[in-house]
C-alpha cells in the first residue's frame, strides 16, 4: 500500500501544505530568518512564540503578560507563524526569544498575516487543494518530480485551462489502514473480531457507519475491498460530496490514501456506468 502523505517532522504534521505554501508565497520565498531564498521542501513552519508554552496556564498567562500581548494571541494563528529553513529552525530549537526580538519577528509575521489569508483563500480551502499540494510536495521531496518540471509549467505562458469535470463524475476516496496499527487502541471496542478477515469485515461495516454520519451526499462502494493479509483499502465512490466534511474521520484509524475523479480510476465518466445501482444510493 502507498501511503501518499510522507511527514518529516511533527510540525509538518500540524500545519497544512496549504498553509505552508501560502506562508512561503507571503514571504516572497525567502526564509524569515535568514532571509535566503528558500525552495518549497526545505521549508518548514516556525511558531515565534514555541508550541511548549502552552503546557502550563498560569505560565503562559504570565508570559502573555511579560511579553505585552492581548489575551487573545494564539500560538497556532499566522500571526505567530513563520517560513523558515529547518536549518534554521533547527538552530533555534525550542528557545523562546526575548521579548524584543519576539516583537521584532511578531511584527514581520503581523504584517504579512492578511498575505498569507489571502494566498491561503486563493489556494482554495478544499481538502483536495490540500491533498493535491501534499502529492506534490512529496514528488518534489522524494525526487521523483524534478523541480524544473513544476517550474516549466508554472511559467509556461499558455498553461491549457483546467480540465473541466462533469459534475456528475464522482470522487473516489481511497480509505486504508494497516491492521497492527489497531491492537491496543482504547477506542476499539473489546467485542471486535481480532482474526484479519473478520475484523476486514467489521472494519468495512465501521467505515460505511461513519461515512453515513460524516457526508450527506450519495456515497457507493466501487469495488471489493483490498485486503492483503496486513492492510486494508476501501474506494468509496462520493457523488459531488463536500470534502470538508471528511474531516470529522480525523483522528480516526481511517486514513485517507487518494481522491481522484471516477473518470481517472476506472477510465469511463461516471455517469455512464450506471452509478447509484439498487440498494446503494443515498447512504451506503
Ligand atoms: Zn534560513
Not at 131 to 147: F, S
Not at 227 to 236: A, H, I, K, P
Amino acid at each position: 500500500m502507498v501511503w501518499l502523505l510522507s511527514v518529516r517532522g511533527a510540525d509538518m504534521a500540524r500545519i497544512s501544505y496549504r498553509r505552508r505554501f501560502a506562508l512561503l508565497r507571503a514571504h516572497e520565498g525567502c526564509c524569515a530568518y535568514c532571509k535566503e531564498v528558500m525552495p518549497f521542501r526545505d521549508t518548514v513552519v516556525d511558531h515565534i512564540l514555541p508550541q511548549h508554552l502552552r503546557v502550563n496556564r498560569s505560565a503562559w498567562r504570565e508570559l502573555l503578560r511579560r511579553y505585552n500581548l492581548g489575551d487573545d494571541f494564539s500560538l497556532d494563528d499566522v500571526e505567530n507563524l513563520l517560513p523558515v529553513h529547518q536549518a534554521c529552525n533547527s538552530l533555534k530549537g525550542g528557545r523562546v526569544f526575548d521579548p524584543a526580538r519576539a516583537h521584532f519577528f511578531l511584527e514581520i509575521a503581523r504584517a504579512k498575516a492578511p498575505h498569507v489569508r489571502r494566498e491561503e483563500d486563493r489556494i482554495s480551502s478544499d481538502l483536495k487543494a490540500d491533498r493535491l499540494l501534499a502529492k506534490l510536495a512529496t514528488g518534489l521531496e522524494t525526487g521523483l518530480l524534478p523541480v524544473g518540471a513544476v517550474q516549466a509549467l508554472i511559467q509556461h505562458p499558455k498553461m491549457p485551462p483546467a480540465e473541466e469535470h462533469d459534475t456528475y463524475d464522482p470522487i473516489i476516496v481511497t480509505f486504508g489502514l494497516a491492521v497492527e496499527d489497531l491492537i491496543g487502541r482504547a477506542d476499539l471496542p473489546d467485542s471486535v473480531p481480532l482474526e484479519y478477515p473478520h475484523l476486514c469485515d467489521w472494519l468495512e461495516e465501521d467505515l460505511k457507519s461513519r461515512l453515513s454520519v460524516a457526508l450527506s451526499c450519495t456515497m457507493f462502494v466501487t469495488e471489493e475491498s483490498a485486503r492483503n493479509g496486513e492492510t486494508l483499502s476501501v474506494r468509496v465512490a462520493l457523488v459531488r460530496p463536500d470534502l470538508e466534511q471528511l474531516r470529522t474521520l480525523e483522528g480516526s484509524w481511517w486514513e485517507i490514501l487518494e481522491i481522484a475523479y471516477f473518470s481517472e480510476i476506472y477510465d469511463e465518466p461516471g455517469d455512464r456506468v450506471g452509478f447509484a445501482p439498487a440498494g446503494l444510493s443515498g447512504h451506503m
